[in-house]
């Protein structure tokens, strides 16, 4: 068995490897060449924990091997991202390049899986496209749509464990790419069709959007009701049937604060309640802005002679990862500093050596001298500062990640 991947990133990488390692011959696809480079060096080129010393085995294996262009193959997966352009609409540009560039290699038998996240209705797009440039085919292959459910920083376990919705474009399909999958998924394997897998990628990460900003609206009622967020949402997740999520500094990275998106574009009228859960999400990380910026107005009222210094702690888009994509801290940062260039800043992210453009301070330091502290990102090293020390009282703490619930 021979497997094409086209789409050497943050999901595509890591099943090349996985899949190389249960007896497929892999043949990994990326137009960077740079990736392409890095990946037969086995140097891995995304952070991933374990993923170095297993790329390292398997390139040792000569199971897999990366290159610019697909070739011949019995299986081809395309995992390249479908970003959004102007107005929030899906920009399926990359899967439709990634399809066009594998039909002179299809023939008789083959399996063809998308698994970037995509609109409904892309999967049997992608079939039209590849039939009316080779209808001879019609029937003859394979085609399913198989969304990747991968927890950054967990990747290989899950990768291995968790189920897997598998929507073929008829029921042959569906089985063929079951079977594929079958070769190293441990968890279930879940049979539909591409439209409903499709809509079930973006389901999942629409849900946690919406929990995520009901905890997020809680968040600013409890501020106006005088209560206390971390402490309520504990209280009421003790009921049997009341699960709540966390607030926070709003929703970052480049999936959850982007797939609703790929619903409300389809679904304007309809899709309202996810429209708003985006909506509330985005305006969290303003109001958190808002609230930094207060704090320094009060401490130049009850200092006027003082220049406030401003510890912001955490700019990755979750805790203890290192990754800065679409992360509201970022964006909390930028607007507090551009809007007020009289205090002085500490930045702070133990995660990452640099960051463009901004000196960084160590966790230490910047708790032990910053007249206002924002914790923008519940990193672990921060759960460790003594919140009750001796300056308790001459420092202001705006906790809205919850480092100290
Ligand atoms: N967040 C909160 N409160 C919470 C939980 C998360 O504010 O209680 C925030 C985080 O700080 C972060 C954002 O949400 O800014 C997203 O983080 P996340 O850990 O919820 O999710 P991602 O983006 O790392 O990964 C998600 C996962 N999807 C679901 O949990 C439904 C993952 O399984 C998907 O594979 C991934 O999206 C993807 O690639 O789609």
Redesign the pocket.
Known sequence: MKACFIGLG??GLPTAIIAAGHDIEVIGVDINPAIVEKTNAARLHIVEPGLDELLKKTIASGKLRAQTTPEPADAFFIVVPTPFKDGHQPDISYVEAATRSVIPHLKEGDLFVIES?SPVGTTEQMADIIFAERPELKDKIYIAYCP??????NVIY?LVHNDRVIGGINDASTRKASMFYGKFVKGHLHPTNSRTAEMC?LT??S??DV??AF??ELSMICEQAGINVWELIRLANRHPRVNI?????????????V?PYFITAAFPETARLIADARDI?NSKAQWCADRIENAILRFRADNPDKTPVVALMGVA???DIDDLRE??ARHIIDRVIERNPEARYMVVEPYVDQLNGLPLTDVDTAWQQADIVAFL?AHTPFKKLDCKDSRSGSREVLDFAGVFK
Request: hydrophobic share 30%; with cysteine.
């Open positions: 943050y999901i996240t990747e459910r991968v927890l950054p920083g899950e990628k999942e990460n849900s946690r929990q995520i905890a997020n999520l966390w607030p926070g500094a709003g929703v970052g990275g480049h999936c959850i604060a797939d999400n888009f979750k805790p992360s509201p990102t």
